[in-house]
């Protein structure tokens, strides 16, 4: 999450840099252009450096949890780069502010921002040098030959290891699996099979299954774990080991090696299993070209990925979902009664097991898991609803042990702009619709989002999302008539997951009426919950998005979190039934997305002018009759939707705007 923050950081960086000649141009006064000048030299320090940086918190992140001194750098380089960002964005803001007004306004506020100038380069110095001092310090403590060298993939293979007793309801895909890899044996071909889904599914477990009864009809078999971390050299040696070579392979280059699998295979029937494959190109450029194309060649690949599922031969490709209600029960009752002969739930502890069944919602892994937390539990209903208690208490990750490391793997593989994008559709509520549009307009305005290769920030956006739907991190719930997706739903034990990792990270808090509505630098919060009176006792200046999910926000209480709140972004009250928009909210300077879609607002002020920075203004399917004068002065405007409530029909009066060039 530090490597998310900061590569955030950078792009923001980069963008006050691009700012300098316009920044000199445009002042009026020798001290300002002072000023501007230490202000911007400490932009490029801290640009600098974490740039550097963020090749290292890529590989450090995984670590954070196994080493502590790794984990106390990296939390204190996403804390101070919090910091760096919130003068940033002052900064770009006070810049912008500048050009409004005539000649005497910008000379007066110019005056005024000499001494916002020296102040936030005073701030950005003094975080830039604790910065140098957290390099030094973890550089003092660091063990030699420690760094980066902790817990590796062997807990998630063991983990993904199959059990025969998690075979339930798997048994028309494995008869299909086995047909294809030992059907027309005798001629002389290659048929590539692939089993996908979402993590803890039981891909491995299928085909594990599978693996051992058919390998008996083939020459030479292996099985062999890719996972993310792979290195090209080591896993085609690590094949040529699993296919049962006799020669030393230490000090043979890949050349070599490569002769020797396709020596060593020539002619035989070959079956090879790649568990947990993340990269489309390894297969294509790496392993196919080291095997031997005379022969009868069975593959068996397994992925997140809906890319390495299109590498299947014709029709032979298998997306696993997760159980349905029958399979679910009769998974954890083997487990959970695997004691029982019987293997058969008590009457008194049923309705128990189906609350338990649905936390699991049909991930096999989950089931697994806490039916065997169960099977070492007596089974009487005091003790079956003890843990049950706990498990509405404690965090995901001490609530289904397993579980946690299993999808963490999905998170850490994420690029750093899909973890922003990913943790943000966790802050909606749980089984809530996601669509496609509102997540767009989110990701863009929060920054997430930056154009790439001649597209569109809604390219690269729509792009994200699908990515996001390959790696089994999103389910698509419904398509257009053209077949476009419209709208997602994020699994719940994902999205717990996702809940746990964005408090942990102060990406942003789930307030759902119980605990603290913000915990300390939550950036993003969402009110999941009618009781929000703790917002009266202090703002929180750090915030920049606010999301209500509670139809009866009371608007009154949000007023001191947003008269603190001067640097928020985001402001989305959809479905909230407010009359009036509180006036603290025509001072966010900072505002981007303002979201009143089906609120009972009758009025916008014309105050609504003041927001320079709008982006989206989402007024769709309220009691609006007409928009004020002053919205025209929001230049920055992209998106204007605007609906108009009648008592039986909505007459659409749907405008979009893109004001690109504005």
């Given amino acids: 999450m530090a490597e998310a923050v900061v590569g955030l950081l950078i792009g923001k960086l980069g963008e006050a840099l691009a700012k300098e000649a316009v920044a000199y141009g445009a002042s009026l006064l020798c001290k300002e252009a002072s000023a501007l ?144 890899l030992v059907n027309d044996l005798e001629e002389r071909n290659t048929k590539i099979t692939t089993v996908w889904g979402m993590g803890g599914v039981g891909k491995s477990t299928l085909v594990d299954h599978v693996y051992k009864i058919v390998k008996v009809h083939f020459d030479a078999v292996a099985w062999v ?114 004691n029982n002969d019987a293997k058969s739930c008590p009457s008194e502890l049923r309705n128990l097991a189906v609350k338990f069944l649905q936390k699991c919602e049909g991930l096999p892994i989950a089931i697994a898991c806490i039916g065997r937390l169960l099977s070492c539990k007596p089974p009487i209903h005091s003790e079956w609803e003890n843990v049950y208690e706990k498990l509405e208490l404690q965090s995901t990750k001490n609530v289904i042990p397993g579980v946690d490391t299993i999808l963490k ?94 408090a942990k990270e102060c990406f942003g808090n789930v307030y759902d009426g119980h605990g603290s509505i913000l915990l300390p630098a939550t950036r993003r919060l969402s009110i999941q919950s009618t009781n929000v009176a703790p917002l009266n006792q202090s703002g929180r200046p750090h915030l920049r998005a606010i999301h209500a999910f509670t139809s009866s926000l009371d608007i009154d209480l949000l007023r001191p979190i947003l008269a603190s709140s001067l640097l928020l972004s985001i402001l989305d009250l959809q479905g909230t039934q407010i009359l009036m928009l509180p006036n603290e909210i025509f001072s966010l300077f900072n505002l981007r997305f303002l979201g009143l879609r089906y609120t009972r607002i009758e009025i916008l002020p014309e105050e609504i002018g003041k927001l320079q920075n709008l982006e989206v203004l989402d007024a769709a399917a309220t009691a609006l009759v007409s928009l004020p004068k002053d919205v025209e002065k929001l230049r920055k405007l992209r998106y204007l939707y605007a609906f108009t409530l009648q008592t039986k029909t909505i007459t659409d009066i749907f405008v979009e705007l893109w004001c690109l060039g504005a």
């Fill in 409 to 502: 793997i999905s998170l850490e593989d994420l690029p750093y702009e899909l973890i922003n994008c990913f943790l943000h559709c966790a802050m909606f509520p749980e089984d809530y619709i996601l669509k496609r549009r509102r997540l767009i307009r989110h990701w863009i305005t929060a920054g997430f989002i930056k154009e790439k290769a001649k597209k569109t920030l809604e390219e690269v956006a729509e792009d994200f999302l699908n990515e996001l739907v390959n790696r089994s991190l999103l389910q698509v719930i419904a398509k257009n008539e053209i077949g476009r997706v419209k709208c997602y739903q994020m699994h719940d034990i994902i999205r717990r997951i996702a809940i746990d990792k964005a």
């Fill in 225 to 338: 774990t890719v996972s993310k971390s792979y290195q090209n050299e080591d896993l085609i040696k690590k094949i040529a080991i699993e296919f049962g070579t006799s020669i030393s392979l230490s000090n043979m280059d890949m050349r070599r090696v490569v002769d020797v699998i396709r020596n060593h295979l020539q002619g035989k029937r070959v079956f090879l299993v790649l568990d947990d494959i993340w990269d489309r190109g390894l297969w294509i450029n790496n392993i196919m070209p080291a095997l031997p194309t005379n022969c009868t060649s069975r593959f068996v690949l397994t992925s997140r990925l809906s890319e390495i599922a299109s590498l299947a031969t014709s029709n032979c490709a298998i997306k696993l979902e997760p159980l349905q209600e029958y399979h679910s029960y009769m998974l954890f009752c083997k487990l959970a009664f695997q």
């Fill in 37 to 180: 000048k230490g202000l911007f030299g400490e932009i490029r320090k801290a640009e600098a450096e974490l740039k550097s940086m963020n090749v290292y918190l890529r590989d450090s992140e995984k670590f954070k949890d196994t080493d502590e001194t790794t984990g106390i750098f990296v939390n204190k380089i996403q804390e101070l780069s919090f910091r760096i960002e919130d003068v940033i964005d002052e900064f770009m803001y006070k810049l912008e502010d500048d050009k409004h007004g005539g000649f005497a306004a910008k000379t007066k506020k110019r005056m005024k921002h000499v001494k916002v100038w020296h102040r936030l380069a005073l701030q950005l110095r003094e975080i830039n040098a604790e910065l140098e001092d957290t390099i030094q310090r973890r550089d003092r403590y660091v063990i030699p030959g420690t760094q980066g060298h902790t817990k590796n993939n062997g807990d998630h293979q063991t983990l993904c290891s199959a059990r025969e007793e998690d075979l339930v309801g798997i048994e028309g895909n494995a008869e299909k699996l086995k047909g294809w």
